[in-house]
């Protein structure tokens, strides 16, 4: 079955910067795009990056431009999202997430998931 790992969570300072990884099995990686999603408490869940199947292009929500960038490797069947400057509203569990046929923002249209990874920014 299909099975998406997320790694790379923790604490960090404000200012920091964290590496989350996803592995992924299961599934034909190098036709599926991926995508990060993350969820703070209280809130729903939100799109935060996605990358299509070949690595040719990336979207990201504009709360995280220019402070996170996604990449894959698909010889690895991974998937990385690296943050930068992080703040302290960036705390959430991060998701990744997979899906076939055009990349989306949309959580709905996401087939698989992650169990998810906890990031939480100090002050």
């Known amino acids: 079955q299909v099975q998406l790992v997320e790694s790379g969570g923790g604490l960090v300072q404000a200012g920091g910067s964290l590496r989350l990884s996803c592995a992924a099995s299961?599934?034909?990686?190098?036709?599926?795009?991926m995508g990060w999603f993350r969820q703070a408490p209280g809130k729903e869940r939100e799109f935060v990056a996605a990358i299509s199947y070949s690595g040719g292009s990336t979207d990201y929500a504009d709360s995280v431009k220019d402070r996170f960038t996604i990449s894959r490797d698909n010889a690895k069947k991974l998937v990385y999202l690296q943050m930068n400057a992080l703040k302290l509203e960036d705390t959430a569990v991060y998701y990744c997430?997979?899906?076939?046929?055009?990349?989306?923002?949309?959580?709905?249209?996401?087939?698989?998931w992650g169990q998810g990874t906890q990031v939480t920014v100090s002050s």
């Open positions: 997430a997979a899906k076939g046929g055009l990349a989306t923002r949309l959580r709905g249209e996401y087939a698989y």
């Open positions: 299961g599934l034909t990686f190098s036709t599926y795009n």
